[in-house]
Each structure stands twice: as structure tokens, then as C-alpha cells.
Antibody, heavy 119, light 113 residues
Framework: EVQLVQSGGGLVEPGGSLRLSCAASGFTFSDAWMTWVRQAPGKGLEWVGHIKSQRHGGTTDYAAPVKDRFTVSRDDSKNMFYLQMNSLKAEDRAVYYC??????????WGQGTLVTVSS | DIVMTQSPDSLAVSLGERATINCKSSQSLLYTSNNKNNLAWYQQQPGQPPKPLIYWASTRASGVPDRFSGSGSGTDFTLTISTLQAEDVAVYYCQQYYATPWTFGQGTKVEIK
């Protein structure tokens, strides 16, 4: 059974940093492309960024609002996927989901974790 | 960026009746190399992560009931729930994966009339 279990999140002050983690199991993690999606309270879904499998170069891509502030990474030896968020703004407040990506479609999702940016 | 626009924003349908949601993209999502449309549909119930329903515009994800179907090509797509059940009350999103950044429609809320 595929499982994505998220951790991290919480309250951080504007300008602060936070790291989200996503522990994967039940599939060959090293072959998977992994994505972060966020959802502001009461709003729709917004793609944040993704990382390809090492076999496909391990490259990353980001949405414009988070580019140069957020970093997606992976540790295939631990089946872990990360989102490092720096210079956080109030508008980054959202539930963040990790997901597996198959040709761009998002087929398995984590449970989500809330990030609140407030002083 | 590819803009995805869903219609309507919400709809109320009687139990057992048909629900139809439309999704329009600002450019074609059809890869001519494999003749597939890079369009997915998701269902999100309150407090839950999205659940995939449809890939490649018309392929049902594993375990999805056959009352859910997807159609369309190019820039115009439709999600149809043939006979609405109480458990189908949710927000539905389309998503393009033709080019990054992947983008979603704004969502359509489906309720029981």
C-alpha cells in the first residue's frame, strides 16, 4: 500500500523558515517524481514545485510565487521528500500536500500539513 | 502559464441525476506524439486531500466508480457523474500536466439539491 506521511509545519513568523517532510512507502521511491501542492484556507489547489527521479536527472521546477524561496529535495536512501521554505510570507499560509507524480498527474497524496505564517 | 477555467463554480443536483462539470484550458493539452490529453480530474471532500478520478482526460483511476467519466480533447473537457450519490458531494478540480507550472481549475462545488 502506498503511503505518504507528512510531518513538519506549524506556526512561523514572517521572514522565517520551515521544513516539511514526506515519508514514502509502498512503492519504489527512487523511480518516482515527487510534487508539493498547497491550498490556502478556503481556496483552490496550487502547485508549488517538483523534483524528478534521479534517473530523469533529479531536476527541480517551481511555481513563480515560491521560486528562489522554496527548495524541493529528496533522499532516496531514506525514502524521504522535503520542502525547505525560507523567507516565508503571510500569503504562504496554506495546507501543504506532498504527492507522487506520474507523467504530471498526481496519483497519491499525503494527508497534508498546515503552515501558518504570522507574528 | 496555462490557465484552467472550470464552469460552473457550483451546482446542485438531485440524487440519481447527472452532474456535468466543464474545464477549459488556455491552450491545447493534446500531445500529438502520443495522441493523449494531459488533463486530470480530482475530487476533494472536506478536510481530505484530493483524490484522483481521471487521468489522460478519460482514463479512470484505480477504484473509481464507473459513474465518473471524463471526455474532451484539446482545450475543452468534461467530467460527468452519471447518477449522483450522496458520497459524491465534494469539490472537483481539473489539472493540466502539459507544461509546468502544472495548473488547476478554480474548483466546482457539487451539492445535493
Amino acid at each position: 500500500e502506498v503511503q505518504l506521511v507528512q510531518s513538519g509545519g506549524g506556526l512561523v513568523e514572517p521572514g522565517g523558515s520551515l521544513r516539511l517532510s514526506c515519508a514514502a512507502s509502498g512503492f519504489t521511491f527512487s523511480d518516482a517524481w515527487m510534487t508539493w501542492v498547497r491550498q490556502a484556507p478556503g481556496k483552490g489547489l496550487e502547485w508549488v514545485g517538483h523534483i524528478k527521479s534521479q534517473r530523469h536527472g533529479g531536476t527541480t521546477d517551481y511555481a513563480a510565487p515560491v521560486k528562489d524561496r522554496f527548495t524541493v529535495s529528496r533522499d532516496d536512501s531514506k525514502n524521504m521528500f522535503y520542502l525547505q521554505m525560507n523567507s516565508l510570507k503571510a500569503e504562504d499560509r496554506a495546507v501543504y500536500y506532498c504527492a507522487t507524480e506520474f507523467h504530471g498527474a498526481l496519483n497519491f497524496w499525503g494527508q497534508g500539513t498546515l503552515v501558518t505564517v504570522s507574528s | 502559464d496555462i490557465v484552467m477555467t472550470q464552469s460552473p463554480d457550483s451546482l446542485a443536483v438531485s440524487l440519481g441525476e447527472r452532474a456535468t462539470i466543464n474545464c477549459k484550458s488556455s491552450q491545447s493539452l493534446l500531445y500529438t506524439s502520443n495522441n493523449k490529453n494531459n488533463l486530470a480530474w480530482y475530487q476533494q471532500q472536506p478536510g481530505q486531500p484530493p483524490k484522483p478520478l481521471i487521468y489522460w482526460a478519460s482514463t479512470r483511476a484505480s477504484g473509481v466508480p464507473d459513474r465518473f467519466s471524463g471526455s474532451g480533447s484539446g482545450t475543452d473537457f468534461t467530467l460527468t457523474i452519471s447518477t449522483l450519490q450522496a458520497e459524491d458531494v465534494a469539490v472537483y478540480y481539473c489539472q493540466q500536466y502539459y507544461a509546468t507550472p502544472w495548473t488547476f481549475g478554480q474548483g466546482t462545488k457539487v451539492e445535493i439539491k
